[in-house]
């Protein structure tokens, strides 16, 4: 089982200033799953009582001179804490910096070793990141998990295939920031988000205690997927007639999240998506948020990084 790989600048930059920070904020543990096409970070990705998340990029994004061999098919997973790996990356970073002003002329290596840490008796794996000065190299070593076996890199793979199934409706929020301002609001008043989501383009967040209702509204949204028009004579009722009008024909669901999970999907605004678009899986299953990255100065979406999250629901709701 071998792996190695020269990080590229633009690597860097996603895993340092974009990436590891929003992982570092979701929890501390997460998989790092290596194939000969793709490396992917797994958040909760095995557990179904948290947010899972699932940062997928295309290796020539992040890597120059990538070589991986092992007998699960080229596959390698392992888990690791995220805090030590941010902190690696970011310290490497920092030495390439200061020995030869920039990451250009001093590229910094990625590999996996097994070392004999002091007071053990047996090698352990870690994730090593190597740059070489003039005179000197510099290590940073990241312990990491025994590299999972053929059968759970099967499990592993399994569970990430069924994490890919998309919503029948998704909606197009551009401005982020502004869902989450509403939000933070809202996790003063109640534990429990009440999100509706309909094929006209509406998204409707809400909380209530039984003192107070606070809940905001975002119309006519750009629709991927199964989408209807709103009839005319809805147009002049309030949202909470609406939704519950559009939830009788068909034409929306809603469901129930925990107010901290949403808070928790929304740290992957650190990565600086340019959008994110909300959907319910079917049978009220789960609340999908797919990140979107376009191609810089084009408005062509980025097929090489995906970044979606999928939120446990505490109640169905209503399909």
Request: proline residues 4%.
């Amino acid at each position: 089982m071998k792996f190695k790989a020269f990080l590229t600048e633009n690597g860097v930059n996603l895993l340092e200033r974009r990436f590891l920070p929003a992982f570092d904020k979701m929890g501390k543990t997460c998989y790092l799953f290596l194939t000969k096409d793709h490396l992917f970070f797994l958040h909760n990705l095995l557990n179904g009582d948290g947010v899972q998340c699932i940062a997928q990029f295309r290796i020539d994004v992040l890597f120059d001179d990538y070589r991986i061999s092992s007998q699960n098919d080229d596959r390698i997973a392992f888990s690791l804490d995220v805090s030590l790996l941010y902190r690696a990356v970011k310290s490497s970073v920092s030495i390439c910096t200061e020995f030869s002003g920039g990451l250009a002329s001093n590229r910094l290596q990625i590999k996996l070793v097994k070392k004999l840490p002091l007071n053990c008796t047996q090698p352990m794996p870690f994730l090593t990141f190597e740059t070489k000065g003039y005179k000197s190299a510099v290590i940073q070593d990241v312990p990491i998990s025994k590299p999972l076996s053929r059968s759970q890199v099967v499990e592993l793979q399994t569970a990430l295939d069924s994490a890919q199934d998309l919503p029948p409706t998704l909606v197009q929020v551009q401005d982020p920031n502004q869902l989450q301002n509403f939000v933070d609001r809202m996790k003063h008043v109640g534990d429990v988000l009440n999100v509706t989501i309909s094929k006209h383009g509406d998204l409707q967040v809400q909380t209530s205690t039984t003192l107070i209702r606070l809940g905001s509204e975002f119309q006519r949204l750009s629709v991927v997927g199964e989408k209807s028009q709103a009839p005319a004579e809805d147009r002049n009722l309030s949202a909470q007639t609406r939704s519950e009008r559009a939830i009788a024909r068909g034409d929306a669901q809603s469901v129930q999240v925990s107010v901290k999970h949403f808070l928790k999907s929304l740290q992957c605004h650190l990565t600086k998506p340019d959008s994110a678009f909300y959907g319910i899986a079917p049978q009220g299953a789960c609340l999908t948020v797919i990140f979107q990255f376009l191609v810089p100065g084009t408005r062509q979406t980025d097929k090489s990084i995906t970044l979606h999250c999928r939120l446990p629901v505490l109640d169905t709701g209503s399909n």
